[in-house]
T-cell receptor, first 115, second 118 residues
Framework: DQQVKQNSPSLSVQEGRISILNCDYTNSMFDYFLWYKKYPAEGPTFLISISSIKDKNEDGRFTVFLNKSAKHLSLHIVPSQPGDSAVYFCAASARSGGSNYKLTFGKGTLLTVNP | SQTIHQWPATLVQPVGSPLSLECTVEGTSNPNLYWYRQAAGRGLQLLFYSVGIGQISSEVPQNLSASRPQDRQFILSSKKLLLSDSGFYLC?????????????????FGEGSRLTVL
């Protein structure tokens, strides 16, 4: 049973446009969400996170939106750049439950930004 | 600053042979340690995590085992590899959740180890 779902395995956008990556979760205990970026043959690197007490967190070109009632979050990248081309993983944890050290990951979305 | 290193980076092993992947973390104490596997089409799957020396929790039943002989050392092993063990293995660490001030719960990943079982 997948608790974190990224239903789009791939996304292709034009340089300069907005990239929107989506993530859904089923576990209502999740209260902390993270996005990771991964290049081939490398470990994932942290991108941005959001706590469930917020509905938006912004860091430069990256913004994460959280809709708790819909159990949905999205990552917006604007403007998209060719260097953003990578696999993006959504992850969630249930921090208030004392298990904040366990992250559950989605399957990832391959973003390709075309010049 | 903290660093994490895992090795070997690439490994090609025959079915039935043993496996040992090693991971070490520097610059932090009492980290939580993890082994993840990225298999084709399956995202990042948590295999094992450890909150302290000798404390190992397994997330999925499998042909693999993990050990934590020292605070900042995490080892992934198998006595006999299967074809299905092929994949990209990632070691990661996070800050001890108990010491949690400023702890974002973020995982820091190693470079990964590509295992091909033939």
């Amino acid at each position: 049973d997948q608790q974190v779902k990224q239903n789009s395995p791939s996304l292709s956008v034009q340089e300069g446009r907005i990239s929107i990556l989506n993530c859904d979760y089923t576990n209502s205990m999740f209260d902390y969400f993270l996005w990771y970026k991964k290049y081939p043959a490398e470990g994932p690197t942290f991108l941005i996170s959001i706590s469930s007490i917020k509905d938006k967190n912004e860091d430069g070109r990256f913004t994460v939106f959280l809709n708790k009632s819909a159990k949905h979050l999205s990552l917006h990248i604007v403007p998209s750049q060719p260097g953003d081309s990578a696999v993006y993983f959504c992850a969630a944890s249930a921090r208030s439950g004392g298990s904040n050290y366990k992250l559950t990951f989605g399957k990832g979305t391959l973003l390709t930004v075309n010049p | 600053s903290q660093t994490i290193h895992q090795w070997p980076a690439t490994l090609v092993q025959p079915v039935g042979s043993p496996l040992s992947l090693e991971c070490t973390v520097e610059g932090t104490s009492n980290p939580n340690l993890y082994w993840y596997r990225q298999a084709a089409g399956r995202g990042l799957q948590l295999l094992f995590y450890s909150v302290g020396i000798g404390q190992i929790s397994s997330e999925v039943p499998q042909n693999l085992s993990a050990s934590r002989p020292q605070d900042r050392q995490f080892i992934l092993s198998s006595k006999k590899l299967l074809l299905s063990d092929s994949g990209f293995y990632l070691c990661a660490w996070s800050a001890d959740h108990i010491s949690g001030t400023g702890n974002t719960g973020e995982l820091f990943f190693g470079e990964g180890s590509r295992l091909t079982v033939l």
